[in-house]
């Protein structure tokens, strides 16, 4: 699968100084705060039109909010040939993330018009605003249609211009170059979560690693099932047994040029298809439980950016993948399964399948003697329950390092919030016959999720992300792609570079 398969657009951008009324455009963009009147290149824009833009904006009651905009033909009267006013929101709440959200509607509403787009946002100096806008449209310009036969868009080139006279070519040059990583990488870990289950398959997973690792110059280790075996990965391995496609186990390395400040691993959910295995899904919620391996392809696309980012850390990328279907030979309720750890865990639902094959790679990630452990998994229900769908749970051992995710979160403009590992909570995954059961009571199942995961990560400093919320959005929206949204690239990015 090549990067730009499921985008159809390749994206020219361009700096451009002087007046962006004069310029002949498709369209031209501008932007308003709420509730502050029009700023002066919108009244310019609004008295060549004879008033309409603010005759527009009262009708459609846009007054600046955030998320909203409003498009109109300017039928000749300026240069460009439609004029599309977006919302900022509140003056005081102005910050990067304000401008990438603007640049992803910005990109949505301009998808259906040809020509050029003039961006005369004020974006001031060399401080991530320009980058962040860019990585708005690149984001918001995604589209996941390689299997819609008909009505194939051709492969068009589109002309971006950004009016700026503060940020210079070389500053530009920068801010484009980081927004291009990011978006490529997020828009990558889009295609692989919207690939049907049939192709994304946890061979298919291996093959894409492979690939990366070779381009990217990165270490590949591909564990195969004899390898699991041989290593005491009984978890995964269990998991797979329903399946019969064979499970891997994915090893990249990350090694910066210089001596490492740190070393770090980043851990995935790899199931490609989630039917729940014995404990069968029912129909409604086995549809899209080929997201469910969200995480691992956040883990492919951040060590596929990572060599082009350069940080001073070195990362490893660690990923179970395996298929949790029911067959003769699956794993069952009452299975007890031995990990890579020696830990021993009774299966109560197979359906609970993510933590126990995380339990394998945690594992794993503290022999490697890391400094620090963060995995991402479409974990649980429970979560989405407590969070809904655009928050990711964020849970762990160690403060110090939840409270720097959670700062990487807001640069990328990533919601997580934290929920408690609750110590009288702990007790509902006791088991009677082995070290830890695979499911607690009712109640607190995200919670309960992650403290199973805690029991495999030692005294490493860890932090779990629950995405089975934000990773994928089944209706979509003006500021979301339907399907997959990469949710954790970009935290994940931003930790790494931190
Ligand atoms: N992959 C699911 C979690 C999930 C649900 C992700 C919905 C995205 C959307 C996970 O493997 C699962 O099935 N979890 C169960 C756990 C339960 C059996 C304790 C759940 O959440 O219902
Ligand atoms: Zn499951
Ligand atoms: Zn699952």
């Known amino acids: 699968m090549s990067a730009k398969e499921g985008r159809i657009l390749s994206l020219d951008f361009k700096l451009r100084e002087g007046n962006p009324l004069r310029v002949?455009?498709?369209?031209?963009?501008?932007?308003?705060?709420?509730?502050?009147?029009?700023?002066?290149?919108?009244?310019?824009?609004?008295?060549?039109?004879?008033?309409?833009?603010?005759?527009?904006?009262?009708?459609?009651?846009?007054?600046?909010?955030?998320?909203?905009?409003?498009?109109?033909?300017?039928?000749?009267?300026?240069?460009?040939?439609?004029?599309?006013?977006?919302?900022?929101?509140?003056?005081e709440r102005f910050s990067p993330d304000v401008l990438r959200k603007a640049g992803i509607l910005t990109a949505k509403k301009?998808?259906?018009?040809?020509?050029?787009?003039?961006?005369?946002?004020?974006i001031g100096g060399h401080n991530g605003n320009t980058s962040a806008l860019i990585e708005g449209f690149m984001l918001g310009s995604y589209e996941f249609d390689k299997y819609k036969t008909g009505n194939k868009k051709e492969n068009s080139n589109r002309v971006i211009e950004l009016f700026s006279n503060k940020i210079?070519?070389?500053?530009?040059?920068?801010?484009?170059?980081?927004?291009?990583?990011?978006?490529?990488?997020?828009?990558?870990?889009?295609?692989?979560?919207?690939?049907?289950?049939?192709?994304?398959?946890?061979?298919?997973?291996a093959d894409i690693a492979e690939e990366?690792?070779?381009?990217?110059?990165?270490?590949?280790?591909?564990?195969?099932?004899?390898?699991?075996?041989?290593?005491?990965?009984?978890?995964?391995?269990?998991?797979?047994?329903?399946?019969d496609e064979p499970p891997k186990f994915i090893h990249l390395t990350y090694e910066p040029r210089r001596r490492p400040s740190k070393t770090v691993a980043i851990v995935g959910k790899g199931i490609t298809f989630d039917s729940g295995g014995l404990c069968i899904k029912p129909r409604d919620n086995m549809r899209t439980m080929k997201m469910d391996m969200s995480g691992a392809a956040v883990v492919l696309a951040v060590m596929k950016a990572v060599s082009s980012l350069k940080p001073s850390v070195r990362v490893h990328g660690l990923i179970?993948?395996?298929?949790?279907?029911?067959?003769?030979?699956?794993?069952?309720?009452?299975?007890?399964?031995?990990?890579?750890?020696?830990?021993?865990?009774?299966?109560?639902?197979t359906d609970a399948e993510g933590r126990i094959v995380l339990s394998d790679a945690l594992s794993y990630a503290v022999r490697l003697?890391?400094?620090?452990?963060?995995?991402?998994?479409?974990?649980?229900?429970?979560?989405?329950?407590?969070?809904?769908?655009?928050?990711?749970?964020?849970m762990g051992n160690d403060e110090r390092l939840i409270n720097k995710v959670i700062k990487a979160s807001r640069l990328a403009g990533e919601k997580v919030w934290q929920l408690p590992l609750d110590d009288e909570l702990r007790k509902d995954i006791e088991s009677d016959i082995a070290d830890v059961k695979n499911v607690g009571g009712r109640w607190g199942g995200a919670i309960t999720a992650a403290m199973f995961l805690e029991k495999f990560v030692g005294d490493t400093p860890w932090v779990h992300l629950d995405i089975a919320g934000p990773a994928f959005n089944e209706k979509g929206g003006d500021l979301y792609p339907k399907g997959a949204t990469g949710f954790g690239v970009r935290t994940m990015i931003r930790y790494i570079l931190d």
């Not at 990366?212 to 390898?227: H, N, S």
């Not at 949790?324 to 639902?349: F, Q, S």
């Open 369 to 394: 003697k890391v400094d620090e452990i963060v995995d991402l998994a479409t974990l649980t229900g429970a979560c989405m329950v407590a969070l809904g769908g655009y928050t990711a749970g964020i």
């Open 168 to 205: 210079g070519e070389r500053g530009f040059k920068r801010e484009l170059e980081f927004a291009r990583i990011i978006s490529e990488a997020t828009n990558f870990a889009r295609d692989l979560v919207n690939e049907p289950p049939a192709i994304i398959t946890p061979t298919k997973l």
């Open 320 to 349: 179970s993948a395996t298929e949790n279907m029911p067959g003769g030979k699956a794993y069952k309720p009452d299975d007890i399964i031995r990990a890579l750890n020696g830990k021993t865990i009774e299966v109560i639902d």
């Open 110 to 122: 301009t998808k259906p018009y040809t020509g050029s787009i003039s961006i005369g946002i004020d």
């Open 24 to 91: 002949k455009s498709g369209v031209l963009v501008l932007a308003s705060f709420e509730g502050d009147g029009l700023m002066n290149i919108v009244k310019k824009v609004d008295e060549a039109l004879g008033g309409s833009l603010s005759r527009i904006s009262q009708e459609e009651r846009f007054n600046g909010e955030l998320g909203k905009c409003v498009m109109l033909n300017t039928l000749g009267r300026i240069g460009s040939d439609r004029v599309l006013l977006v919302g900022l929101g509140k003056k």
């Open 212 to 243: 990366i690792a070779e381009k990217e110059k990165l270490g590949c280790e591909i564990f195969d099932k004899k390898d699991m075996e041989e290593m005491g990965m009984g978890a995964l391995l269990a998991v797979s047994t329903g399946s």
